[in-house]
Each structure stands twice: as C-alpha cells, then as structure tokens.
C-alpha cells in the first residue's frame, strides 16, 4: 500500500458528552472528533485524502479532479489539499451556476479551486471529459475506494487507543459514500459499528461490502436506514432537533445531511440504556452556512 500524504491532525479529539448520554440513558457517549482533523475546515474526507492524493501524486498529476453538489463538502476539502500540495484543483459540480456564492462554495474559491458547472449533464460524464482534456488525476465521488478506506482504519486505531474499553463500545457514523464505514468495519468488526445511511447511494449495504471484498457479508452489516426521509435532500423534522439540541446540551454544531441524521438514530432510541456509544463527528459544519431553508423547510443537496 502507497504510504499517505501528511494531511491533517492526528489523533483527532475524542471529548466526553455526558449531558447528551444522560439524555439518551447511556452509560457514556463519546464524539470522536474528526470535525477538528485541521485541513480546510475539517472532516472525515481528510483521512481519505491522505491516500487518493498520495496516489495522485505517485501517479506524477499536477491536477486533482473531483465532483460532488453544490455545497460538497468532499469539494471543499479536496481544494484544500490540493493547495497544501502545490497542486491544481478543477471541481465539477451539479447543476447551474448559483446566484451567489456561501458556504463550502466561498471556500472552494478561496482556496483557488476551478468549478465547472455540469448543468443537467451527468457528472461522470463531465468529469472524464475534463479530466482527459487537462490531464488531471479524478479522485472519486465521496473520495470513497478501496485505498481510501485505510483512512478510517487509522481513525478506528486511533480509538482503540482512546477509549477503554472499544470492543465494548458501539460506533455510530453516517453512512455516505461507504468508505468511512467500510474502514471502521474492517478494524472494529461488523458488529461494533452502525452506519446510519443519508440516502446517498441506491444500495448502501452492497457498497460497503464491496469496499471490504472477501471481507464482510452484505447481511453482517449494521445499517439504520429510519432517518433518510423523503429523500437524501430532505431535511426532517428529527434533523432539526438533533442539530438544536446537540448544540445547547454539548456547545457541537452538527450538520444537515450527515451528522444530523445520525445523531437523529441516536435521539430516536438506536442503542439500549446502558450502552457505551462513539459518535463519531464528520464534519460538515460550512454546509450549514449554505443553507438558507435550513429552519424553513427548505431543501439542500449537499456531497460528502
């Protein structure tokens, strides 16, 4: 395996919420704090980046390419190791050119990312045909494949180091992409670890598996797929009172699409009473300032 690129700040905090777990009736609730990795604003995209970039770069790349929406936080942070590395940055992004610019857009631009709009094409589509006319290196939707889930199995030994007793302990994430789960799971074990899904992907379960092939059974994997709603763009009612609560209880900004729907499972009683829970935080927090209907009933599609 290609070693990783010195992205980040590692270990990532693991901080103690005991207002939120007695809440929950647990016996400990942890954050596990990769909201904090010190790259661009913070995320679990990070770790991924440690290994695409990495093959980017042994692949002699002057250019990373990557896609997502609007408000992709995966976008964000692939500028931002772009400009720690020296490297050009081209984003294509879904549908028209917004009005103004906020959120993970003003980031995008300030850390001198190129964004092409797809429009109505699909990204796939777009992003081989830039990457082949500018020679640039296309790192995956979510920066999710299977390098870059060695990401999250830095990220599980970081907790077997930090909390007392892990194998005890369940592990809470959202489930996008896969590839954070899918490194948890091969670390911890299927049965440590619970990937609330967002409804980002068709069949959630069959691509975390295929992450880990000869690994783990599609079946073996823990999945809690109560807080998807209408449709991954949705934000629901539950959303709202994690994000509220979490912030006046524990002083932690979640986000909208990933955080907050996990954090949703936890409110709506996933875990027994008596159960030791990491929560573990992706990120995601600019998102929030990109959007506007966020206590409005309003929708927002955002990539992670």
């Not at 661009?40 to 929406?69: D, H, M, P, Q, W």
């Not at 772009?82 to 050119?97: E, F, K, Q, Y």
């Not at 027994?272 to 966020?294: C, D, Q, S």
Request: charged letters at 20%; a neutral charge; one cysteine or more.
């Amino acid at each position: 395996m290609i070693a990783p690129v010195p992205l980040g700040t590692w270990p990532t905090p693991l901080e103690a919420a005991p207002r939120r777990a007695a809440r929950l009736g647990l016996a400990e609730l942890w954050f596990k704090r990769d909201d904090l990795g010190g790259l661009g604003g913070g995320g679990n995209k990070i770790r991924k980046l440690r290994y695409t970039c990495a093959e980017a770069i042994a692949a002699g790349a002057t250019t990373l390419i990557t896609s997502g929406a609007p408000q992709s936080n995966h976008a964000r942070l692939t500028a931002a190791a772009a400009a720690r590395l020296g490297l050009g940055c081209v984003l294509v992004l879904a549908g028209p050119r917004p009005p103004d610019r906020r959120g993970n857009l003003l980031l995008d631009e300030l850390a001198g990312a190129e964004v092409v709009w797809a429009g109505d094409a699909p990204l796939a589509e777009v992003v081989a045909v830039e990457a082949t006319r500018r020679s640039a290196y296309a790192i995956p939707f979510g920066g999710t494949s299977q390098a870059s889930v060695q990401g999250y199995v830095d990220c599980a030994r970081e907790l077997r180091d930090q909390v007392p007793d892990i194998d005890a302990t369940e592990v809470v994430v959202a489930l996008g992409s896969g590839g954070t789960m899918a490194g948890l799971v091969r670390e911890l074990g299927a049965e440590r670890v619970v990937g609330v899904d967002v409804g980002a992907l068709p069949d959630p379960r069959s691509t975390v598996a295929g992450l880990l092939p000869g690994e783990v059974e599609p079946a073996a994997l823990r999945i809690d797929g109560s807080q998807v709603g209408a449709s991954y763009a949705t934000l629901t009612d539950g959303v709202r009172e994690a994000l509220t609560t979490t912030a006046r209880e524990e002083g932690i900004f979640l986000d909208p699409t990933y955080t907050g729907r996990a954090m949703a499972a936890l409110l709506a009683g996933s875990f027994p009473r008596g159960a030791n829970v990491v929560f573990l935080h992706t990120g995601g927090l600019p998102g929030l300032f990109g959007h506007p209907g966020l206590f409005g009933g309003g929708k927002s599609r955002q990539d992670h």
